[in-house]
C-alpha cells in the first residue's frame, strides 16, 4: 500500500505520514477467536465485540490531574514498589477479550524497530504506574480498559515497564491516536509470533494458555 496520512496529528499538531500501511483483513477476523483481527485509525469497527459496544470514549481524561482520577484504577490490588534499576518507569496492560485474544498496538513506522507490542509508555510526573498504564493505552488504542490483576515488571533497553492485566469497558480501536498505525486483537498462541522485542515475547509465553483469573509466575 502507498503512505497514507494519518488521520490524527501528532503532539505538535503535525501530519504524521505512515509509510507502509497494514491491511485491514476480513471483517470476518472480527468475530473468530482463533484469529488475529486488524483495526486501523478511523477504520471500520463492529458495533459491539463480546457483548461490549465500541464507541469514542467521550469522557476520556485531557488533563494529568484527570488521568489522576480516572476509572479503570484498582486500588485494592497487591503491587509492590518499583525497583526501576536505573531506567525510566514505565506501565503497560495486558488487555484481554472474553474470547480469549489480546490487543497488541502497531506502534507507526515501527518506532524504535518495534513491530507490534502492548500498549505501554513512561510514566508523567505525579502519575501512578497504574494511571500511566491507562491513560498509555487510550492514547495508543482508543481503548477504555480497566485493571484487573498484576503481571509484573519487565526490563528493556531504557525502561523498566510494569505489567498489568486488564479487560475493555468500552472506547473503539478507531481512535487510537497518531503513534499506532493499527491495532490488533491477537488469540495468545500467536502472541510471541507477532510481537518482536524480546521483553514482550517473555510476556507473550507468561500468559500464553492461562485464564485470565489465573495467576502468573513471578516475573525475573
Known amino acids: 500500500m502507498a503512505p497514507i ?17 497494514h491491511h485491514p483483513g476480513p471483517e470476518s477476523h472480527w468475530y473468530r477467536a482463533d484469529a488475529i483481527a486488524t483495526f486501523l485509525p478511523a477504520g471500520p469497527v463492529p458495533p459491539a465485540l463480546n457483548g461490549i459496544p ?25 503491587e509492590p514498589p518499583l525497583d526501576a534499576q536505573g531506567k525510566q518507569p514505565a506501565a503497560g496492560l495486558v488487555i484481554e477479550e472474553a474470547d480469549g485474544r489480546v ?8 518506532y524504535a524497530g518495534c513491530e507490534a507490542t502492548y500498549p ?3 510514566a508523567d510526573e505525579g502519575l501512578t504506574l497504574q494511571v500511566t498504564a491507562l491513560k498509555e493505552t487510550f492514547e495508543e488504542t482508543g481503548l477504555h480498559v480497566a485493571i484487573t490483576g498484576f503481571i509484573g515488571d519487565f526490563p528493556g533497553l531504557i525502561t523498566m ?3 498489568y492485566r ?8 478507531a481512535a487510537m491516536g ?8 491477537v488469540p495468545k498462541k500467536q ?5 518482536n522485542l524480546p521483553r514482550d515475547r517473555e510476556l507473550a509465553r507468561l500468559i500464553e494458555d492461562r485464564p485470565s483469573q489465573s495467576p502468573l509466575p513471578p516475573s525475573h
Not at 496529528?9 to 507502509?20: E, F
Not at 469522557?59 to 486500588?75: C, F, I
Not at 486488564?166 to 480501536?173: E, K, N, S
Not at 502472541?191 to 510481537?195: E, K, M, R, S, Y
Request: charged letters at 20%; glycine letters at 6%.
Open 5 to 21: 496520512p494519518h488521520p490524527r496529528p501528532d503532539c505538535r499538531g503535525h501530519t504524521v505520514i505512515i509509510a507502509r500501511p
Open 54 to 78: 465500541f464507541s469514542p470514549w467521550r469522557e476520556a481524561p485531557t488533563r494529568l490531574d484527570q488521568w489522576a482520577r480516572v476509572t479503570g484504577q484498582n486500588p485494592a490490588l497487591m
Open 103 to 110: 490487543w497488541i498496538v502497531c506502534p507507526t513506522n515501527q
Open 120 to 122: 505501554k509508555g513512561r
Open 161 to 163: 515497564a510494569r505489567y
Open 166 to 173: 486488564a479487560h475493555r469497558l468500552g472506547g473503539t480501536p
Open 178 to 185: 497518531w503513534e499506532s498505525q493499527a491495532v490488533l486483537l
Open 191 to 195: 502472541l510471541a509470533t507477532v510481537v
